[in-house]
Structures are given as C-alpha cells and as structure tokens.
C-alpha cells in the first residue's frame, strides 16, 4: 500500500491553469495511477489515469485535450496538469493507486484502493 497527498488546488479564473501533484510515500512503478474528482452532491467520476511505467495514458472525454497527467519516477509523484479551466472542473479532486502486475488502468473508483485526502480546485466565471 502506498500513502497519498494531493496538492496545488486553489481559486483560479475560467482559462487559467493549475498543476495538481500526488505526492506518494513509495515508489508507484507497480501502481496503476488515476485522478477523479467529485462536486458536492454529485458522484466521484474518473479524471486521468496512467497504468504502469511506460503505460497507457486515458482522460474522460469532458478534459481530453486540456488536462495532462504525468509521472515523476525520482520524486514518486503524479502530476495532473489543468489547462484552460472551466467552471464545471470546479470540485475537490482526488489521486488514487492501485497495485497491479499488469498495465490495468480502471476508470471505476471502486477499483482502486489507496486514496488521497482530496484538493480544493474552484474556477470562477
């Protein structure tokens, strides 16, 4: 099991961007990654996700094209880069891991379980 901490939310303008990072206590190269976020009263819904070194990358239709995730081996931390922001990515976003000894990348939160604490990302209009 790996420890997981999200940072870099924060209050933006619609257009701007921010990079969220996911800062794990261990290595992740044995670790589907993923990011999904929830608004209140609404469900958490996949993001991005990354399967294992040199995997496979996926993004839900509604960021494909503007957010971008990444992967810092040394520094054992995952990366969601948020570029033109609109006010419907307003939520509190999520990093999750999952041990996996193949290239498994799951878009069901169920899926996976080892879960951060969460960041704030609010776009105004």
């Known amino acids: 099991q790996v420890q997981l901490v999200e940072s870099g939310g924060g209050l933006v303008q619609a257009g701007d961007s921010l990079r969220l990072s996911c800062a794990a206590s261990?290595?992740?190269?044995?670790?589907?990654m993923g990011w999904f976020r929830q608004a209140p009263g609404k469900e958490r819904v996949f993001v991005a996700g990354?399967?294992?070194?040199?995997?496979?990358?996926f993004y839900a239709d509604s960021v494909k094209g503007r957010f971008t995730i990444s992967r810092d081996s040394a520094l054992n931390t995952v990366y969601l880069q948020m570029d033109s922001l609109k006010p419907e990515d307003t939520a509190v976003y999520y990093c999750?891991?999952?041990?996996?000894?193949?290239?498994?990348?799951?878009?069901?939160?169920?899926?996976?379980?080892?879960w951060g604490q969460g960041t704030q990302v609010t776009v105004s209009s």
């Open positions: 261990g290595s992740t190269s044995l670790y589907a």
């Open positions: 990354r399967s294992r070194t040199a995997g496979i990358t």
């Open positions: 999750a891991a999952k041990r996996t000894l193949t290239l498994w990348l799951g878009v069901r939160s169920t899926e996976y379980d080892n």
